[in-house]
């Protein structure tokens, strides 16, 4: 079963995509990088933030700490008591009840913060990023962890198949419509106007791309959480690394357009959380970060000996699961095959026991017959 996600250990990832912020955070003040923690309303896994928490920090190892515990593992053992007081005000306390499954979404370049980007509906927990250039990690070599990002673009030839069809879909995804002759996406908005983008400007099609990745990456989790379901119960970590704001404002600077971006990626992302909450049946908690300052790709990130030791494990689960149910046809199949032996061979006694005396005429036509 061939699919293409990554299977890699989580915080170095986490690190790469929030570690430029974190590091910029520290000489420019607070609010260069914000996050939200998003709960499903028929599974809560985050307390209700209360009012005197509004104004909550937390550094980049807190954060890493409550992925890290949300996934199923136990964080680092050098955690401060002040950063495990931290963590106690976003998680539940049950340590026997943990979704193991985060759906991140880390938007670049936005000056927008984290909460901007989530709908007022939903259940969250709203906090800074501060401090820490770097975050140590409490995971080895046994955890097994499951990533999936997509950092799929359009950059293809304008008007081949694959980008309108890829435009297409996203276009029906969002209830809007895709204009192949004229290139234009038009996506309508919660206020009543729509974002009308021109795909043959290059900031345009880079919004675009970023939905699309988004699309794909929930998709692919999707995918990837149902093939495995029932072989291995590994920790699920979905990755979506959005540039597609950080081009409208390098574009266009802080117009109305940025603005109906933004909103029309808090609609993607309600819709991106919305579905993988029924496909994970609840048991996965959303992560928003917003940096003002761009973070390194997620796709840089280079394959460790342990992460292709948990590809093998998974890949052996998936060869297994794939050889018992050639086993069971062909079991099924034999049974099938004896049964209706067995039956006719029955009939046919039966038959035979059952014949009349008389001479057949058939059997002795060679014979004269008193």
Known sequence: MARRHHLLLLLPLFLALAAAAAASGQGQGHGEASAVFVDGASHRYLRNQQDDDQGTSMSLNEVSAAVSILLGFTPHT???????????????????????????????GS???????ISEASSSFKTRIEGANSAATGLTDKDELIVIHSDESLDVVSGSD????????????????????????VIPLESGNSLTLLLDKEADLEFASSLVSLRKTIERGIQVHEDFSGVVSPAELLVCHFTGIKALVDEYGSTEIVKQGT????????????????AYKGKIVGLVISTKEASP???????????????RRLEEASQTNATASVVLVRKSLAWITGFILLVSTLIGVCLLMNMPLTRDTLLYSNVKID
């Open 111 to 117: 000056h927008a913060s984290a909460d901007s980007f």
């Open 162 to 185: 694959y980008l309108d069809n890829e435009l297409s879909n996203l276009a029906n995804w969002l209830e809007g419509s895709y204009q192949k002759s004229s290139g234009k996406l």
């Open 78 to 108: 050098f955690l401060p008591a002040h950063s495990s007081s931290k963590l106690n005000k976003v998680l539940l306390a049950n340590p026997f009840d943990r979704p193991r499954a985060v759906f991140l979404l880390q938007i670049d």
């Open 263 to 278: 909103e029309v990626v808090r609609r993607a992302f309600t819709k991106a959380f919305e579905s993988v909450h029924g």
């Open 297 to 311: 790709s997620l796709g840089s990130i280079i394959d460790a000996p342990s992460s292709l030791h948990i590809s």
